[in-house]
């Protein structure tokens, strides 16, 4: 069973940032992609950032321009920076990994709390 987990989230003063981790338990240089996915209270769950096996990032249109996708495959983790906070930012952000195979797996959420 494939672990991924997640760490950096908490509470943050709107225009800080924050850096979210997701270590998987399995290597991640075979992922056709992975990615951070958020749910606010009440919303659906909406994409915030994916990049590709080949390193091809796409963006959430409220999020482009502010935080940033990357993945080290040395360490098997993809990491979202946030900069510019803001307090619509706050939700749920979940990681999401697929590999070969339609195996899609994903983390268990952490908590992004902005306050004004």
């Known amino acids: 069973q494939v672990q991924l987990v997640e760490s950096g989230g908490g509470l943050v003063q709107a225009g800080g940032s924050l850096r979210l981790s997701c270590a998987a338990s399995?290597?991640?240089?075979?992922?056709?992609?992975m990615g951070w996915y958020r749910q606010a209270p009440g919303k659906e769950r909406e994409l915030v950032a994916t990049?590709?096996?080949?390193?091809?990032?796409n963006y959430g249109d409220s999020v482009k321009g502010r935080f940033t996708i990357s993945r080290d495959n040395a360490k098997n983790t993809v990491y979202l920076q946030m900069n510019s906070l803001k307090p619509e930012d706050t939700a749920v952000y979940y990681c999401?990994?697929?590999?070969?195979?339609?195996?899609?797996?994903w983390g268990q959420g952490t908590q992004i709390t902005v306050s004004s």
């Open positions: 990049i590709s096996r080949g390193g091809s990032t």
């Open positions: 999401n990994v697929v590999w070969p195979g339609r195996q899609d797996y």
């Open positions: 399995r290597t991640i240089f075979s992922a056709n992609a």
